[in-house]
């Protein structure tokens, strides 16, 4: 039998193939639900945590540098605040038109892709926000797990 | 431009934990300017209340019954002049305090989601904006009571976070029930729909559940045992905040705003209201006297202070709610200033054991004297402001021929004087310990934070001047003294 020096991280090959092939869809996924949150159920909330969800699959096939090269725990610390002042400038901005959160943009047709004006811009912000933030309390809490190992 | 109030603690937080990383002085700065432009604000809000006495702002430019509004009363400006001046005060403090500790910048951008969420608490007329804007406040508590990472912190955090997420569920069923009874969030639609539908057992059900949901974020006595683990843990710019106008805007304003402006109050919960006052004043200060932990003697006391803001006001007569309103303004400041008094100590001295103390004024003038003034004030001795604040509190109950409270209430300050003449002896007067012979003053920014404190402790009496008095207490005390009127002033606006 041969000797891995090096440790084997991550889970079973039946575990990383199927991951491999499933990891891309979850996020698109993700994406779908956050773009289409205003016709469709779903919105940034939910499309956030599918997309940190597939960054979490990731990690726990594949391991921790895996997930944290694509996404490191600084990034995630920006992003995350980023989503949120994105989330107050859009509101800030409806003062152009006289109110707090005001829906300045053209509202466009119902159930067409491009409508319902900030809803979407507002969707978009908070996915970031969620699904940041999501990863980095899972990051926080296996680097907990990993410190307490050592 | 009642948005602000949201818009700039939010965005200072946020800013905060993207920049302050880096730089320091980023943090201090941003921190400080924030917190002193909403005291402006809220300071400006006081002469809108005097003109056009309610001010209802439709966020999104959404009717009131539909969108949610943010309402700004007599009642609401008071406690945002209230918090904005003890959160500003407390900001200058923590510019040199929280160096001791690690990630400052942490520290500020969860001290401004707080600050954030209790101005929303404050501002919303959306009973389920309420909800959010208390847990975004809350949220931010307990992370900051475990912010010294400790394994007596992280207790005092968990049972705090335990017991809070508790009260929130309580308060989220009831707001439940209340959406399935009323078919509407906006509180004043539901109080017209109340007083549609009539009185119901439904009603009661949710009062009780208001009344234990925020009768455990004021900490009133059979819900207190979160606040003398919580508070004495935090870092003390922390605990001043919690003591000072947390429990306060989460747990007071909320009860007073729903029970007296939404449900229109009755007998029995201004029974109840009296009686949980009562018990709270007198349990509290009994605890107090036999600590030897200064922060913790001070958290007891928080308990029976707000003791006597809830009696007072549960008499329901206007003097009593004006003596009531009166000492919650009062108790914010002087219990801040005893916090931050005890922070400084714990800064100078590293120790908080009343026994191990001693002699700190010749050290320390500056932190002893305006602890002497605190300690003064909060067991009412006459000039400081607490003294006006339990006058009234006790005329009001000769008033209404309550005379068994008002001699709760005297007992009570007599033993808050007892109590408080322990920490004066033991920690700032007679010989000074010998193994505190190297400790010295604390930094300026601390010293000029106490000081305005102090100076507003000697000076508060002068807010029951008549002409001063129209500005500050009295839009707040009609607020509440005209009940469910708040419904038609705030769809009417």
Redesign the interface.
């Known amino acids: 039998m041969i000797k891995n020096d090096k440790k084997e991280v991550g889970m079973t090959l039946i575990v990383k193939t199927i991951t491999r092939l499933t990891v891309g869809l979850i996020l698109l996924f993700g994406i779908y639900i956050v773009l289409h949150g205003h016709i469709s159920p779903g919105g940034g909330f939910a499309g956030g945590l599918i997309i940190a969800l597939s960054f979490i699959h990731l990690m726990l096939a594949f391991g921790r540098e895996a997930a944290l090269k694509r996404l490191s725990e600084a990034k995630a610390?920006?992003l995350?605040?980023?989503g949120?002042?994105l989330f107050?400038i859009i509101?800030?901005l409806?003062f152009t038109?006289?109110?707090?959160?005001?829906?300045f943009i053209n509202k466009g047709k119902p159930f067409n892709l491009f409508s319902a004006g900030i809803i979407p811009l507002c969707n978009i912000a908070i996915a970031i926000k969620v699904g940041v933030g999501l990863f980095s309390i899972f990051i926080v809490l296996v680097i907990l797990q990993e410190d307490r190992k050592e | 431009m009642l948005?602000l109030f949201i818009?700039i603690s939010?965005?200072a937080a946020?800013?905060i934990?993207?920049f302050g990383?880096k730089s320091k002085v980023f943090c201090d700065i941003t921190c400080n300017i924030s917190t002193f432009a909403l005291f402006l604000l809220s300071l400006n809000s006081l002469f809108v209340v005097r003109q056009y006495s309610t001010v209802v702002?439709?966020?999104?430019?959404w009717i009131p019954p539909l969108g949610i509004c943010l309402v700004l009363d007599g009642f609401s400006a008071f406690m945002l002049v209230t918090l904005n001046l003890v959160s500003f005060l407390i900001a200058i403090y923590s510019i040199n305090y929280m160096e001791k500790y690690t990630d400052k910048y942490k520290f500020y951008s969860l001290f401004m989601l707080m600050v954030a969420g209790m101005n929303g608490v404050i501002l919303t007329g959306d009973i389920f904006n309420l909800f959010v804007f208390l847990e975004i406040a809350s949220v931010a508590s307990y992370a900051l009571v475990a912010f010294g990472v400790e394994a007596e912190e992280l207790e005092a955090s968990f049972k705090y976070a335990v017991i809070g997420v508790i009260s929130s569920s309580f308060i989220l069923l009831g707001i439940g029930l209340l959406y399935a009874y009323t078919s509407t969030l906006n509180m004043a639609d539901i109080s017209l729909t109340i007083a549609q539908k009539g009185f119901s057992s439904v009603i009661l059900f949710v009062s009780v559940l208001f009344m234990a949901g925020f009768g455990i974020k004021s900490a009133l006595v059979p819900f207190h045992a979160w606040l003398p683990d919580a508070h004495p843990s935090a870092p003390a710019s922390i605990s001043a905040m919690l003591s000072g106008v947390l429990i306060k805007v989460l747990g007071i304003y909320s009860l007073m705003r729903i029970f007296f402006n939404i449900f229109g109050v009755t007998e029995v919960m201004l029974t109840i209201l009296t009686a949980l006052g009562a018990i709270s004043l007198l349990v509290g200060v009994f605890l107090a006297i036999g600590q030897w932990d200064l922060k913790r003697l001070l958290a007891y006391h928080s308990i029976s202070q707000i003791g006597y803001v809830v009696l007072s006001i549960g008499l329901g007569t206007p003097l009593g709610i004006l003596g009531g309103l009166f000492h919650l303004f009062n108790h914010s400041i002087f219990k801040s200033l005893l916090f931050l008094n005890s922070g400084a100590v714990e800064y100078a001295t590293d120790n908080r054991d009343l026994k191990k103390m001693g002699g700190l004024k010749e050290k320390m003038p500056v932190t002893s004297n305006t602890s002497w003034i605190a300690s003064m004030s909060i067991s009412g001795i006459p000039p400081f402001n607490g003294f006006w604040s339990k006058l009234i509190i006790i005329l009001a109950c000769v008033q209404a021929d309550r005379i068994g409270l008002a001699f709760i209430a005297v007992i009570g300050s007599i033993l808050t004087l007892a109590s408080f003449m322990k920490v004066q002896k033991f920690a700032f007067l007679g010989k000074l310990n010998t193994t505190l012979d190297k400790i010295k003053e604390v930094p300026v920014s601390m010293r000029l934070s106490m000081i305005i404190f102090a100076a507003i402790c000697l000076f508060g009496g002068l807010l029951l001047i008549p002409h001063l008095m129209e500005y500050f207490l009295k839009p707040a005390v009609n607020v509440l003294v005209s009940g469910t009127e708040y419904a038609f002033t705030v769809l009417g606006g």
Do not use: H
């Not at chain 1, 038109?97 to 829906?103: I, P, R």
């Not at chain 2, 702002?57 to 430019?61: E, S």
């Open positions: 610390a920006i995350e605040s980023v949120a002042l107050l509101a800030v409806g038109g006289g109110y707090f959160f005001l829906n | 948005a818009v939010l965005g946020f800013l934990s993207l990383r702002y439709k966020i999104g430019g």
